[in-house]
């Protein structure tokens, strides 16, 4: 009786410790991926550029009279989280590797950033395209072409678990921009809309650069 007593105080004084190494190791091994989530987020938050977008927002919120924030925010989620699992068996049945695709996506991502940068429209819009919350609030403007691209151009470098976490922490972003249109516009005004974008465009041209480099290697292999 007193052996098991004892065993049960010995197992009782350990568990804790036990307890405390393994959060302490798992708290370690999301440190090490904390460097990549911060890259990844801050990739998809400047090719998504909800800021920049907050003129054209307001302007068709005005128009409809309401924007449907949530619905938004879910559909251009599932199109992302879509495009990050479906999109490399999608490119496979196509022919294409996901290094290739990896450097047509940083082209596609150079030229965004450039047009950030220099404020000349590089991407034309479709001007007859119906405004509303799923168009094109959902699908092009926050998951467009640009967004999906990259998507499947960061799964190059980056574990899936952090570009899904990466998507998850830009739709609430997305999500809390959308609800605070004419205020986050009134805070910011125009100059600092302008300064905001063009700050993140150049991030991105040299997100663009460093994918371009890391993948175009593999041509040759």
């Not at 950033?113 to 991407?123: A, P, Q, R, S, Y």
Request: charged residues 15%.
């Amino acid at each position: 009786m007193t052996s098991r007593f004892n065993s049960y105080q010995t197992t009782k004084n350990i568990q804790p410790e036990a307890g405390c190494f393994y959060i302490c190791t798992k708290f370690q091994s999301m440190n090490f991926n904390i460097d990549e989530l911060v890259t990844v987020s801050f990739t998809l938050f400047a090719v998504i550029d909800v800021v920049g977008s907050i003129p054209l927002l307001i302007s068709i919120k005005a128009k409809n009279g309401l924007i449907q924030e949530f619905k938004a925010t879910i559909i251009s989620g599932a199109l992302m989280i879509l495009f990050l699992f479906a999109g490399k068996p999608f490119l496979k049945m196509l022919g294409v590797d996901i290094h290739s695709f990896a450097v047509g996506g940083s082209i596609v991502l150079f030229l965004l950033g450039l047009e950030m940068v220099i404020g000349h429209e590089i991407f034309k819009s479709d001007k007859d395209a119906p405004s509303g919350t799923v168009v094109p609030i959902a699908f092009p403007l926050i998951a467009g072409s640009g967004t999906l691209t990259t998507v499947m151009s960061l799964k190059a470098n980056f574990d899936d678990a952090v570009i899904l976490i990466a998507i998850v922490i830009n739709l609430v972003v997305i999500y809390v921009v959308l609800k605070s249109l004419r205020w986050v516009e009134k805070a910011l005004g125009k100059a600092g809309l302008l300064a905001v974008r063009k700050f993140f465009g150049v991030i991105l041209l040299a997100i663009a650069v460093k994918i371009f480099g890391s993948n175009i290697a593999a041509f040759g292999k």
